[in-house]
């Protein structure tokens, strides 16, 4: 069977056309002073998870590297660059004293994009919380609303003249999901009362902090960024259909709809009833965001069944690799119309005006042989899912942009430095750079 294959002239002349990174998975500098700890610097320390311990490191060195990696970009013919700021390389405490040296090094970063034409898409939590505010509780103390709109403060007035394009926050249900519920990411806590005040303390600083973004610089572009899947039923029964349900409001619907100003899904997951005792009066409406877009992050689809084994859910995930699928290194379903599927429900929100899809890719074991990476099932991938993109602009779908995740092979949380998503084969031994056929195939179609 032939991929499909997508038609650039099908997107109107203005659709963004980008590539995203973020700052803890290629900066590096963890131990060099540039910065401030992160929880992710401890996380690693400490052992990730059942895996070994590795010493922080520096991931893709962007701190060094930051022009060769801009001139790739510029290069590839890409236009525009999602990237995050690290906030304790602006705040090595988490708070008080700023690091200006942190500053003049993305005011750096941003003008050389400028130079180049390429606009900055900045993502102001991707993740590295500084470790010092977790050592007060981090996201599970209410104070963390006050400390983020600090750091936005910060970030704000220092870029305003180079940066419009914001997204507050990055996968909020992944970093209170994974880090404060199942502990498999930073900072590795686990349970109900970690996970219920953590998400609803990063949901009000997301909300004030967009609003705070427009009052400092009421042209901003202001977003945040929502993983999603598309989730069918393992069996075609009442049961599976119902979980999938339950499922869709743990995995799409949870974090989008009270910044939409639609509450938390509560009749579908009782379990968030617990959400009171961390709310105060005012909080329904701060958690409402002040949004121009929605970041789209898709990369697969994912089937459920009902299982009475899983506490406060009822239902659970079944692995592509039980269901005679194609995926990706990843363990995730290739399932392109999966990203059709998401953007369709993202745009059923009338409060959603503008959709762009900021992270979309796969990681394969990619070989570098004579000097190149032939990697056919990305080019693959990417084709199946820019296809489906297509067919939705077609449909009339608000989707104005893509990004695709990554550029460079980089740190991927829990599962280091196994997996790659670049655009861009890095050696982590030199560092050395190499374009993989991906990203001539991404360039070219970009050109058409
Ligand atoms: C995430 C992130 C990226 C990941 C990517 C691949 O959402 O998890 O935004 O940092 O690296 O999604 O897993």
């Known amino acids: 069977m032939h991929p499909e294959q997508p038609d650039r002239s099908k997107f109107p002349n203005d659709f963004i056309w980008g ?123 209410r104070a963390s609303v006050e400390w983020f709109c600090d750091y936005v403060r910060v970030c704000i007035d220092s870029f305003k003249d180079q940066v419009r394009h914001w997204m507050v926050m990055n996968e909020p249900l992944v970093f209170t999901g994974a880090g404060y519920f199942i502990g498999v990411h930073a900072p590795g806590r686990r349970g109900m009362n970690h996970f219920l005040p953590a998400l609803h303390h990063a949901l009000l600083a997301q909300g004030k902090g967009s609003r705070l973004i427009r009052s400092l610089q009421p042209e901003a572009m202001i977003g945040s960024t929502f993983s999603c899947s598309q989730l069918t039923p393992y069996n075609d029964t009442d049961n599976d259909k119902a979980a999938v349900q339950r499922m869709d409001a743990l995995l799409n619907r949870l974090m989008i709809e009270p910044a939409l100003g639609l509450g938390y899904p509560i009749a579908e997951l009782p379990v968030l009833k617990r959400l009171e005792n961390s709310m105060q009066p005012g909080d329904e409406k701060d958690l409402i965001a002040d949004f121009d877009f929605v970041g789209v992050q898709n990369y697969t689809r994912e089937v459920v069944t009902a299982s009475r084994w899983v506490p406060y859910l009822g239902a659970k995930l079944v692995p592509a690799k039980k269901r005679a699928v194609p995926y990706t290194e990843m363990g995730w379903e290739i399932h392109p119309s999966s990203i059709y599927e998401m953007i369709k429900q993202f745009s059923s929100y009338p409060q959603v005006k503008k959709l762009f899809v900021t992270e979309n890719g796969a990681s394969f074991r990619d070989q570098l042989v004579n000097g190149q990476v032939d990697d056919q099932n990305r080019i693959a991938y990417f084709k199946g899912y820019i296809s489906q993109m297509q067919k939705a602009v077609h449909d009339g779908f608000p989707v104005k942009g893509y990004f695709v995740w990554s550029l460079t092979d980089n740190f991927e949380w829990a599962e280091a430095y196994k997996q790659r998503f670049g655009l861009v084969y890095i050696d982590f031994s030199t560092q050395a750079r190499t374009i993989k056929n991906s990203g001539y195939w991404y360039t070219n179609f970009l050109k058409q």
Do not use: M
């Open 19 to 141: 590539v995203s990174t973020s700052a803890p998975q290629t900066e590096g500098g963890a131990t060099d002073g540039s910065r401030g700890a992160s929880i992710w610097d401890e996380f690693q320390s400490r052992g990730l998870f059942f895996r070994k311990k590795i010493e922080p490191g520096i991931t893709c060195d962007f701190l060094h590297r930051y022009k060769e990696d801009i001139d790739i970009i510029h290069q590839l013919g890409i236009r525009n660059f999602r990237l995050s700021i690290a906030w304790p390389r602006i705040l090595p405490d988490g708070k008080g004293k700023v690091n200006q040296a942190g500053i003049d090094f993305y005011r750096r970063v941003f003008d050389y994009c400028l130079s180049k034409g390429i606009t900055p898409w900045v993502t102001l939590y991707h993740w590295d919380l500084p470790l010092t505010l977790e050592k007060e509780g981090g996201w599970t103390n």
